[in-house]
T-cell receptor, first 115, second 115 residues
Framework: AQSVTQLGSHVSVSEGALVLLRCNYSSSVPPYLFWYVQYPNQGLQLLLKYTTGATLVKGINGFEAEFKKSETSFHLTKPSAHMSDAAEYFCAVSDNEAAGNKLTFGGGTRVLVKP | EPEVTQTPSHQVTQMGQEVILRCVPISNHLYFYWYRQILGQKVEFLVSFYNNEISEKSEIFDDQFSVERPDGSNFTLKIRSTKLEDSAMYFC?????????????FGSGTQLSVL
């Protein structure tokens, strides 16, 4: 069985500061890892994904995440927060990259950006 | 970017009543999914659907639930006799043919409240 843990249900950052959202996973097979973002009144949007290859993955809106197998982590970062980054972020794991089928989600982290 | 459309955005029903949640996936997509998120809990996989049949379902998806693709554009989730614990945000998702674009597109959700 797969599981995802996101540390911190809420994170508050100042505009221009580093955004760091933590995600740890467990999986019995090589994982495929995803970060989704949900803006208010919108659906989940894919930010980035890790399947194989390069462990540092770049996504949309300046976000990136690094897959660390030894730490079973896939933390999401952005060097400089923007007000538009205020949203809820979900880490997810799947064992089927082609489908993204049966995603197992973390509990989400809501990001507040202070001016 | 193409969108998955869900209606209604909010649905209130009495316990024991039947509800149908509607989704219009992206037009050239062939794989369809329902997920749900109970307030304060994780987003959970319910069911996946391909070629007019369920390809996978979770333990949550019991006999009270059913899915249907009644025509070429809609994908519905029916709950036959709603319970209080069915109150949640329900997300529809779709993706294109395997091997092409594996990105999963989510709708903005239907908030179901069972009273």
């Amino acid at each position: 069985a797969q599981s995802v843990t996101q540390l911190g249900s809420h994170v508050s950052v100042s505009e221009g500061a580093l955004v760091l959202l933590r995600c740890n996973y467990s999986s019995s097979v090589p994982p495929y890892l995803f970060w989704y973002v949900q803006y208010p009144n919108q659906g989940l949007q894919l930010l980035l994904k890790y399947t194989t290859g390069a462990t540092l993955v770049k996504g949309i809106n300046g976000f990136e995440a690094e897959f660390k197998k030894s730490e079973t982590s896939f933390h999401l970062t952005k060097p400089s927060a923007h007000m538009s980054d205020a949203a809820e972020y979900f880490c997810a794991v799947s064992d089927n990259e082609a489908a993204g089928n049966k995603l197992t989600f973390g509990g989400g982290t809501r990001v507040l950006v202070k001016p | 970017e193409p969108e998955v459309t869900q209606t209604p955005s909010h649905q209130v029903t009495q316990m024991g009543q039947e509800v149908i949640l509607r989704c219009v996936p992206i037009s050239n997509h062939l794989y369809f999914y329902w997920y749900r998120q109970i307030l304060g809990q994780k987003v959970e996989f319910l069911v996946s659907f391909y070629n007019n049949e369920i390809s996978e379902k979770s333990e949550i998806f019991d006999d009270q639930f059913s899915v249907e693709r009644p025509d070429g554009s809609n994908f519905t989730l029916k709950i036959r006799s709603t319970k209080l614990e069915d109150s949640a945000m329900y997300f529809c998702a779709s993706r294109a043919v395997r091997g092409n674009n594996e990105k999963l597109f989510f709708g903005s959700g239907t908030q179901l409240s069972v009273l």
